[in-house]
């Protein structure tokens, strides 16, 4: 026997991110990356920190930063994103917010708490990676949820799920700037999902790590305000709403957040408790006094700065893109999703893409439950300056004119 024999029955379905995988390009100084959706670091508010961690360890909040948390997160950070929610029309206080370490751990907590073998998360097709890694431990079946509609009615949902001896569960959506696709959902998609969730006595989770990034066009109002507005307030809401500090302020110190009914904030401090007992101190009242200060300034430079890059990437691809290939342009957010004719291997693509031209991306299989999207890619223009875009696009849009 060996010690694999004795590994759980989950563990079968847990796979490496191909994302991360890449992301080990970016140590290779000729390579010209696409690939990982990551903020630029030059672009990071290191004097606000540098400040603020000083600023923390050498006053009196600094027995506090270093000592235990109480689960549900720091109370001044709690409450000013309550602040913030309200901003966005959902109406809550500090007892609806949770932290997290990170969006990431929100949303394996939030498969913990929801599904049981066997039952269903509807997703999108494609859909992030990262959520069908979090799910995946608790071996759902996925279902395909399409934002534009489709011939899938609550009820043919609802049997598909008790056909594999379980329920639909949740809807999981990025609402905004979805990662991979770029694309955001309508204010009547949204409501659509809503009414699809009621009819299902399901969730949905909003996945907003992105919303803040808007290049142009109006914002949509988040699904879980639309659901406050219909519902009579958040403790009626089936909304759960994942927000996340990594996209705007820094990733490396993994603060996240989770706005949603105390009922739902309860029962996710029982699983942190289990889990890690809380999120850093010292990060979370740091992130506090950074996003205090400089959290709109901040937005306004990321936008100038990715926004212009996206501009320059969508005007790459049409200058140089070969005839019959297809691609999102998004509003806002990190990304482009490009589709190809069927029959062209993305991920072959990739190994001679890396190989003989260096320019790396992401093939798109990697982000449908059912590995299909063979034939599409995602390229991340946020760490895409004036050179990777005007020497990059045009050679892996030579490569790909090899394959057609």
């Given amino acids: 026997m060996t010690l694999t024999e004795l590994f759980a029955t989950r563990s079968d379905r847990m796979r490496a991110s191909e994302i991360r995988e890449l992301l080990k390009l970016l140590d290779q100084p000729d390579i010209i990356s696409f690939a990982g959706g990551i903020p630029d670091p030059a672009l990071f508010p290191r004097e606000e920190f540098q400040a603020a961690y000083a600023d923390v360890l050498g006053g009196k909040e600094a027995s506090a930063a270093l000592q235990y948390q109480v689960s549900e997160g720091y109370l001044p950070l709690r409450r000013w994103l309550a602040t913030e929610m309200g901003k966005l029309g959902v109406s809550c206080d500090e007892g609806n917010i949770f932290i997290t370490s990170g969006s990431q751990q929100g949303l394996d907590y939030l498969g913990k708490l929801f599904l049981s073998p066997g039952d269903t998360a509807l997703v999108t097709w494609p859909t992030y990676l990262g959520a069908l890694q979090a799910f995946?431990?608790?071996?759902?079946?996925?279902?395909?949820?399409?934002?534009?509609?489709?011939?899938?009615?609550?009820?043919?949902?609802?049997?598909?799920?008790?056909?594999n001896g379980g329920k639909a569960k949740f809807a999981y959506l990025v609402p905004d700037f979805a990662n991979p696709t770029g694309e955001t959902m309508a204010k009547e998609q949204r409501l659509s999902a809503l009414d699809l969730a009621q009819e299902l006595g399901a969730v949905v989770i909003e996945d907003a790590a992105y919303r803040a990034l808007r290049y142009e066009g109006e914002p949509v109002a988040p699904i879980l305000a639309l659901d406050c507005e219909r519902s009579g307030g958040i403790e009626n809401a089936r909304t759960i709403y994942c927000g996340s500090f990594s996209k705007i302020l820094a990733p490396g110190l993994r603060v996240g957040w989770i706005c949603a009914p105390r009922a739902i904030v309860d029962k996710l401090v029982l699983i942190k408790q289990a889990s890690d007992l809380h999120s850093p101190s010292i990060n979370q009242i740091v992130i506090h006094?950074?996003?205090?200060?400089?959290?709109?300034?901040?937005?306004?430079?990321?936008?100038a700065a990715y926004g212009a890059r996206r501009n320059a990437l969508l005007g790459a691809l049409e200058a140089t893109m070969p005839a019959g290939i297809h691609w999102s342009r998004p509003e806002g957010g990190m990304f482009a999703w490009l589709t190809l004719p069927e029959g062209v291997d993305t991920t072959a693509l990739?190994?001679?893409?890396?190989?003989?031209?260096?320019?790396?991306?992401?093939?798109?299989?990697?982000?449908?439950?059912?590995?299909?999207?063979?034939?599409?890619?995602?390229?991340?223009?946020?760490?895409a300056?004036?050179?990777a875009v005007e020497e990059g696009i045009p050679r892996l849009a030579a490569q790909i004119a090899q394959r057609l």
């Fill in 136 to 163: 995946n431990a608790y071996e759902p079946r996925y279902d395909r949820l399409s934002p534009a509609g489709g011939n899938m009615t609550p009820a043919a949902f609802a049997d598909a799920a008790a056909a």
């Fill in 289 to 303: 006094r950074v996003a205090s200060q400089a959290y709109d300034a901040q937005i306004e430079k990321l936008i």
């Fill in 350 to 383: 990739l190994a001679d893409a890396v190989r003989d031209a260096r320019v790396a991306f992401v093939p798109g299989s990697a982000f449908f439950a059912d590995g299909s999207g063979t034939n599409t890619l995602r390229l991340s223009f946020t760490l």
């Fill in 385 to 387: 300056d004036r050179r």
